[in-house]
């Protein structure tokens, strides 16, 4: 009978070891293997405190500590063993429920975390023939060593692969310096640089051969693979996106492909768990401007405050872009005014060397204006035409899951902006659901690595939120207390409301109807427009 009871607890311990392994690799590919990434996810968030708080993981922990009183009182022995076999039951049954309402997370399926995955389970599997205690204390044991396998398996992949993107980064740097006459543009900041990254290759591509980092491919073995597989001996322009969680990063990123033309789309405290300091941000940014030759091009947002403290600094050649939303003093170099948004588009007007011109972009939210200025002024510096600017503006594509619209088909309207939650996002998708007029239905992701302002920054988009939607689903409880906080202070029958992947899916498939928009924040409320489509 034991035995019949230790192969179903063994059963169900490795539903439970594969559930786990499938979590920590999602997790370490999640964080783009970065240890620092991890201990934060832990740290501050409400999914990373779960795991450490859990009532299983300590009811194990003082299982396996006891075991001790065990040795000494063997009566208790079967007990003791039906009690670990009871938990691991409980655990493989809410794996199944898991998989049926779409909750487990799955890692992707790269050779890297097949590899970290079969590895993993395999180190398990032969651990489990050989307990070197009571049968199920070892498994209590396993399962404690999950999470440390799988860092060993990180620590151990990272020296070869290092080895391997250095070996490709100085190939891709040999092969830029080839290219004599190529023109390079970098852009960094916290939030904007992909949108603003595509808005400018597509402008400068209707007259120019030219190459840019694909997606959010901002880390030096994305610029690496993107300049060996994609450099032509007729490219003339690199675009290039530089993404950084520290100091030294982006400079890193510069001695790759010598930028003369550098982009701060705007600072703010995205990421600041890890940069530490607002401070250290704007230092770590600006280190792509102080990697531009004496005749470089500086361009700065002139709508964020940050970036504009680095206008100011800057001795090279600088430009200042800005929408003007608002009447200030500050000198601009090319300014948009006239701002009309449109359900399917913005217009508006550009002030640049004293002419007015009038462009239409067929992308949603005023606050891409920002990210497409860029774009016109190099276009112009170049020497593109004013006609064909308006042309290439005019038929401008957003990225996926930026901002992008679709219509399901009872007629509810569709916001797709979950490739990036920050701040300005959040606030300039929330100000474009006002050109609608019936019911709107923001499903929200709360953000992550804000640091010490993590609070105060939900607490204060909480209180733009009710005031804009009728209906405000949260995926999970991160910061949920100070949106709540913030969004009482509003008088407004809105509530926040958290819930699972599929009762959001479902509320939005019964309640809400024809004309109605409903805008999704972030990766996990990707995952409930997954669900929907």
Request: aromatic share 12%; proline share 2%; hydrophobic share 45%.
């Amino acid at each position: 009978m034991n035995n019949i009871i230790f192969i179903f607890t063994s059963l169900s311990f490795f539903i439970w070891v594969i559930r786990n392994t499938f979590y920590w690799v999602y997790l370490w590919q999640l964080k783009e293997y970065r240890l620092d990434r991890v201990l934060i996810h832990f740290k501050e968030t409400y999914q990373g405190k779960r795991i450490l708080l859990s009532p299983f993981l300590w009811i194990k922990i003082l299982l396996i500590i006891g075991y001790g009183y065990i040795v000494f009182n063997n009566e208790y022995l079967l007990f003791y063993q039906i009690f670990i076999s009871l938990i691991f039951y409980y655990e493989a049954f809410s794996v199944l429920q898991e998989i049926i309402f779409h909750r487990l997370r799955r890692p992707s399926s790269t050779i890297k975390g097949v590899i970290m995955c079969s590895l993993t389970i395999f180190f398990i599997s032969i651990l489990f023939t050989i307990p070197f205690v009571d049968k199920y204390l070892w498994l209590l044991l396993l399962e404690c060593l999950i999470p440390f396998i799988i860092y060993i398996i990180v620590f151990a992949f990272s020296f070869p692969t290092e080895i391997y993107h250095d070996y490709k980064i100085e190939k891709a740097r040999k092969k830029l310096a080839d290219h004599k006459k190529i023109l390079v543009i970098a852009i960094t900041g916290s939030y904007g640089k992909s949108s603003t990254k595509e808005f400018v290759s597509q402008i400068l591509e209707k007259k120019f051969r030219l190459l840019k980092t694909q997606g959010s491919n901002n880390t030096p073995i994305g610029i690496a693979n993107t300049i060996l597989d994609g450099l032509k001996n007729n490219t003339e322009i690199l675009v290039t996106e530089m993404g950084a969680y520290k100091k030294g990063e982006i400079l890193e990123l510069c001695e790759i492909v010598n930028p003369e033309i550098g982009i701060i789309t705007g600072i703010n405290d995205q990421h600041l768990s890890l940069f530490g300091s607002l401070s250290n941000t704007m230092q770590a940014k600006y280190e792509l401007i102080d990697s531009l030759p004496k005749n470089g091009l500086a361009l700065f947002n002139g709508n964020n405050n940050n970036a504009k403290k680095l206008y100011e600094k800057t001795k090279i050649n600088k430009v200042l872009y800005e929408v003007k939303f608002s009447v200030n003093d500050v000198k601009r170099n090319i300014f948009a005014e006239n701002i009309v948004t449109k359900k399917n588009s913005v217009s508006f007007d550009v002030i640049l060397k004293r002419k007015k011109i009038h462009f239409e972009a067929p992308v949603i939210g005023a606050h891409n204006i920002e990210n497409i200025l860029p774009g016109i002024f190099i276009g112009n510096r170049l020497g593109i035409s004013d006609f064909d600017l308006v042309k290439s503006v005019s038929s401008l594509q957003s990225l996926p899951k930026t901002m992008t619209k679709q219509e399901l088909e009872n007629g509810t309207i569709v916001i797709d902006d979950t490739f990036n939650t920050s701040q300005q996002a959040v606030r300039a998708a929330l100000s474009y659901l006002k050109v609608f007029k019936q019911k709107r239905i923001l499903v929200f992701q709360p953000m992550i690595e804000l640091g010490v302002s993590a609070g105060d920054e939900h607490y204060r988009v909480a209180g733009d939120m009710v005031k804009i939607c009728d209906y405000i689903f949260v995926t999970n409880e991160n910061f949920l207390n100070q949106m709540r906080k913030g969004a009482s202070l509003i008088n407004s029958k809105c509530e926040i409301r958290k819930a699972s992947i599929v009762e959001i899916a479902k509320f939005i498939q019964n309640k809400v109807h024809k004309g109605d928009v409903v805008l999704f924040e972030g990766k996990e409320a990707g995952m409930v427009l997954n669900k929907i489509l």
